[in-house]
């Protein structure tokens, strides 16, 4: 501790190269922060999948409806627990752009099953009783500055019309990656407004008792309707959504494989810096070690110092990052979950920390190794 | 008098590696920004090839695309018999009704589901189409569960072979050739009778999603929408086929491009600070020389204008690198799902000119802040005591 001052001066005595290395590394940490929140956005929750919960689609693509008869069928199979179902809404508030999900949900069944997802009683008791009352999640209200008791215009896409709705309560989430985007109204208000469908839905969500009976469960619903003119597949909530990701295709991975080359090329480069600058001080570590500094001592300050600019820059970058995605969704409702998560800010230290202290241990050597009396003659 | 550049291009080669270091990583972001831009690019042109400016498409009013649209066969038929829209050799107007699904059939990278675009169509839709052409087999017979690939559907999913049977909505499929639209969005779609499609999908007889009607001219699309949009029996919404499909590309391209200015942006600051590295020492390890260029008659001003001249410099042979090292992408093919559609589409990567000098553009910005400061530090060196550092 009593090394300080003398570390602080190292820090202080070139300040332009001092400002640059920790920019760099906060820059190149900023990055990584970023390539994390997109990998994570990409995911879509993947992570806050339930692990007791199937989705059960027709079989020929998810467009293509399911009876609502099925629901009684389903909650009938051995081992179910609950069924639920919804269907896409697909409508546009005001303009395409302002893009969010909007879901015809069973209003009985849909909240058991989805319990992440927290909405104060009386105000769900307010949606149950509005036939025309919906339900927002908090990004979606605050993104369009609703309140609850507004009534909201969504033009339909798919169906026709205008439709109104009542918000009647806003959900949040205790989890990060839980999507606090979505928009939920009464399943019977769309199936009364469209005749011309009436009684089919667009999916249903079933509960097993037990999660290691889930590959069980998912194969019996199938058999079930299989030659049926609705044959269903069935995937884990996991499986599902592993499905979306995987149709991203290779977008992710090119974004992926681009951003981390160049964060990589990023930390070389302010590694060299680092090596560079100690390289210059040679006669100063000589003249430590003449008067009477352990080599143990001068590989501590070394490492100290260069390990003390890759964190401070770090900590600075991924900081920005964290400020960064608090801002929000910068592409306007695509990527519902967008945050920077604690495990990708552990790993980004981590990071630093491994470059600050490799960046710095071969200066270190050298200097630790530096023959006193051939260092100063070069004065 | 400006201080001639040999000067600088010669003190580069003096210093050369670290010159080489902020070269390379404003190489890095330049390629990664041309990258990204290639993609949103070759994403938006896939889509927009697809449609021609002689074409027009009519949706359901409010509808934006043709998944969630819907036509009657009678508006499709008093459409057709506007005199607006062109006829065959025979008299019959040049129109498609098609019919436009989703089937989720396992991709042959990682067996996983994705969803391939059906395309039910009339027997018009390849004259009505004319970029589509075949590339292998036959087209398929009106009436029989026959369908046509494209060729990035054919590479894209398993079993998308010539000859073979593929199974969705509940009845086999033979594949009985293989499409190429010329790397427009249709390469990704398959395409069959609109009548048996409609049988499969359990959809009522005679209701279509779109229709596609080749214009007598270009021109004619205004007078034609404004005929339809004062028809009483009609509540359609028409739209050039080009306009059609640049808006089906929105989403995904704002997504890309976001995304990749925003790591490209952040990669920017990076290199300024390499710039900035580079330049500053570049300075310090010349201050005699700029003491001596001073003494010897040139002012600040040129000091200033050469040393950022040579960060310009430094840049636009970094800019130059990183577009060449990127430059192999082009046409290089990734597919994605587009939202808009819900289905998944492969296109190529397209650099054009316009992203290049754009690439370029953006290095030399980087070379200017990050030679400006150093440039100025450089103009103010005290002459005296760095001749005297002699």
């Known amino acids: 501790m009593k090394f300080l001052p003398l570390l602080l001066a190292n820090i202080g005595r070139k300040k332009m190269r001092t400002i640059l290395t920790v920019g760099s590394y906060a820059v190149?940490?900023?990055?990584?922060?970023?390539?994390?929140?997109?990998?994570?956005?990409?995911?879509?929750?993947?992570?806050?999948?339930?692990?007791?919960?199937?989705?059960?689609?027709?079989?020929?693509s998810l467009i293509m409806p399911l009876p609502i008869a099925y629901k009684e069928r389903l909650s009938q199979i051995k081992d179910v627990k609950d069924v639920t179902f919804a269907s896409w809404f697909g409508g546009v508030y005001q303009e395409p752009k302002n893009f969010f999900a909007q879901f015809a949900i069973d209003v009985d069944t849909y909240r058991a099953m989805y319990p992440e997802f927290e909405i104060p009683e009386d105000q769900w008791d307010a949606f149950v009783r509005d036939r025309q009352g919906c339900i927002v999640g908090r990004k979606t209200l605050d993104r369009f500055g609703w309140k609850i008791g507004d009534r909201i215009p969504i033009q339909a896409t798919i169906y026709r019309g205008l439709w109104e709705f009542n918000i009647c309560g806003v959900y949040e989430a205790r989890r990060e990656a839980d999507d606090t985007t979505q928009f939920w109204f009464h399943f019977n208000y769309l199936n009364e407004r469209t005749p011309f469908i009436k009684d089919y839905v667009g999916w249903y969500t079933v509960r097993v008792h037990n999660p290691d009976k889930a590959a069980e469960v998912t194969k019996t619903i199938d058999e079930r309707f299989a030659n049926s003119s609705f044959e269903t597949t069935t995937e884990t909530e996991k499986a599902f959504m592993a499905g979306f990701v995987k149709q991203?295709?290779?977008?992710?991975?090119?974004?992926?494989?681009?951003?981390?080359?160049?964060?990589?090329?990023?930390?070389?480069?302010?590694?060299?810096?680092?090596?560079?600058?100690?390289?210059?001080?040679?006669?100063?570590?000589?003249?430590?070690?003449?008067?009477?500094?352990?080599?143990?001592?001068?590989?501590?300050?070394?490492?100290?110092?260069?390990?003390?600019?890759?964190?401070?820059?770090?900590?600075?970058?991924?900081?920005?990052?964290?400020?960064?995605?608090?801002?929000?969704?910068?592409?306007?409702?695509?990527?519902?979950?967008?945050?920077?998560?604690?495990?990708?800010?552990?790993?980004?230290i981590g990071i630093t920390f491994m470059v600050g202290l490799i960046s710095g241990f071969i200066p270190a050597l050298i200097a630790m190794r530096l023959n006193i009396v051939r260092a100063l003659r070069s004065i | 008098m400006a201080i001639p550049l040999i000067y600088n291009v010669r003190s580069i080669q003096g210093r050369f590696s670290s010159t080489l270091v902020a070269l390379l990583s404003i190489a890095g972001v330049i390629a990664v920004l041309v990258a990204t831009m290639a993609m949103a690019k070759g994403f938006k042109k896939t889509l927009v090839a697809s449609g021609s400016s002689q074409n027009a498409i009519v949706l359901r009013g409010g509808a934006t695309s043709e998944m969630e649209s819907s036509l009657e066969l009678e508006q499709i038929k008093i459409i057709g018999d506007?005199?607006?829209?062109?006829?065959?050799?025979?008299?019959?107007?040049?129109?498609?009704?098609?019919?436009?699904?989703?089937?989720?059939?396992?991709?042959?990278?990682?067996?996983?589901?994705?969803?391939?675009?059906?395309?039910?169509?009339?027997?018009?839709?390849?004259?009505?189409?004319?970029?589509?052409?075949?590339?292998?087999?036959?087209?398929?017979?009106?009436?029989?569960?026959?369908?046509?690939?494209?060729?990035?559907?054919?590479?894209?999913?398993?079993?998308?072979?010539?000859?073979?049977?593929i199974h969705f909505g509940g009845i086999d499929w033979t594949i009985v050739g293989i499409l190429d639209a010329g790397g427009s969005a249709f390469d990704s779609e398959s395409w069959c009778d609109a009548n048996v499609l409609n049988q499969a999908y359990k959809r009522p007889e005679n209701l279509f999603q779109s229709m596609t009607a080749r214009l007598i001219s270009p021109e004619s699309l205004k007078s034609l929408k404004d005929a339809l949009n004062t028809d009483p029996r009609l509540t359609v919404t028409i739209k050039s086929e080009i306009d059609y499909y640049a808006d089906q590309s929105v989403m995904v391209s704002t997504l890309i491009n976001v995304l990749g200015f925003l790591v490209a942006g952040a990669m920017g600051i990076g290199a300024i600070f390499g710039a900035l590295n580079t330049m500053y020492s570049a300075v310090s390890t010349r201050n005699r020389e700029i003491a001596t260029l001073r003494a010897i008659g040139f002012r600040e001003r040129d000091v200033v204008i050469s040393f950022l001249l040579e960060s310009l410099l430094i840049a636009f042979l970094g800019g130059l690198l990183g577009s060449l090292i990127i430059l192999p992408i082009n046409g290089y093919t990734a597919s994605t799902i587009n939202w808009q559609t819900f289905s998944h589409m492969s296109f190529a990567f397209a650099i054009t000119p316009d992203i290049l000098i754009q690439g370029i553009l953006f290095s030399l910005l980087l070379g200017f802040f990050g030679g400006l400061f150093p440039a100025i530090r450089a103009a103010h060196t005290p002459i005296a005591p760095a001749l005297r550092g002699l």
């Open chain 2, 82 to 165: 506007d005199p607006r829209v062109a006829r065959d050799s025979s008299g019959r107007p040049m129109i498609s009704a098609e019919v436009v699904v989703i089937a989720s059939l396992p991709l042959r990278a990682t067996g996983t589901d994705a969803n391939v675009q059906i395309r039910g169509v009339s027997q018009n839709a390849f004259v009505i189409r004319d970029t589509v052409k075949l590339l292998k087999g036959r087209f398929f017979t009106p009436g029989l569960a026959e369908i046509v690939v494209g060729k990035y559907a054919h590479e894209t999913y398993r079993g998308f072979d010539l000859d073979k049977t």
């Open chain 1, 248 to 348: 991203f295709g290779n977008i992710k991975l090119i974004i992926l494989i681009v951003g981390s080359v160049v964060m990589f090329t990023l930390l070389l480069i302010t590694g060299s810096n680092m090596s560079l600058s100690i390289r210059e001080r040679t006669n100063e570590i000589a003249i430590l070690k003449a008067m009477g500094f352990g080599p143990t001592h001068i590989l501590t300050l070394i490492l100290a110092e260069s390990i003390g600019y890759a964190v401070i820059g770090g900590f600075l970058g991924l900081s920005v990052c964290k400020l960064f995605t608090l801002g929000g969704d910068p592409t306007n409702g695509l990527l519902p979950v967008f945050f920077l998560d604690n495990k990708t800010v552990i790993l980004g």
């Open chain 1, 28 to 60: 190149a940490l900023f990055l990584f922060g970023l390539l994390g929140v997109i990998d994570m956005s990409f995911n879509q929750g993947l992570e806050v999948a339930g692990v007791d919960r199937l989705i059960v689609r027709n079989k020929t």
